[in-house]
Nanobody, 121 residues
Framework: VQLQASGGGLAQAGGSLNLSCAAS????????MAWFRQAPGKEREFVAS????????SYIDSVKGRFTISRDIAKNTVYLQMNSLKIEDTAVYYC???????????????WGQGTQVTVSS
C-alpha cells in the first residue's frame, strides 16, 4: 500500500484541521488504517485507528472527544478531523496501514510521508 498524507498546516489553539490520507496499491478496503504523530524529540505515538469497514475506532486518551477518524473506501481515503486543537497537538502526523488493530507503530507495515501540524496560541 502506498499512502499519501495531506492537510496539515498552521492552526490556532481551539481551531480545526482535517488530515487526509490517500491509499493506492494493495486492496485498501481490508486494511486497518491509523494515524500516528511525532513531536520534536519524542517518539512516534499512536493517535487513532479504524477497522477496514469503519465499525471500530480507537483513540489515544488525549484526543478523545476532539479528533475523529473516518474512512471512505470508495475513495481509498482515511481522514482525521481534528477539533479544539491544543498546542501539544503540534507534531508531524503520519498515516499508516496494517493487517490488524494495533496501538504500536510496529503493527503497521505501510506509512505515509507525514504532514506537519503546528498549533499556535
Amino acid at each position: 500500500v502506498q499512502l499519501q498524507a495531506s492537510g496539515g498546516g498552521l492552526a490556532q489553539a481551539g481551531g480545526s484541521l482535517n488530515l487526509s490520507c490517500a491509499a493506492s496499491g494493495h486492496p485498501f478496503s481490508k486494511n486497518v488504517m491509523a494515524w500516528f504523530r511525532q513531536a520534536p524529540g519524542k517518539e512516534r505515538e499512536f493517535v487513532a485507528s479504524i477497522t477496514w469497514n469503519g465499525d471500530v475506532a480507537s483513540y489515544i486518551d488525549s484526543v478523545k472527544g476532539r479528533f475523529t477518524i473516518s474512512r471512505d473506501i470508495a475513495k481509498n481515503t482515511v481522514y482525521l478531523q481534528m477539533n479544539s486543537l491544543k498546542i501539544e497537538d503540534t507534531a508531524v502526523y503520519y498515516c499508516a496501514s496494517g493487517p490488524r488493530l494495533s496501538g504500536s507503530r510496529f503493527g503497521y507495515d505501510s506509512w505515509g510521508q507525514g504532514t506537519q501540524v503546528t498549533v499556535s496560541s
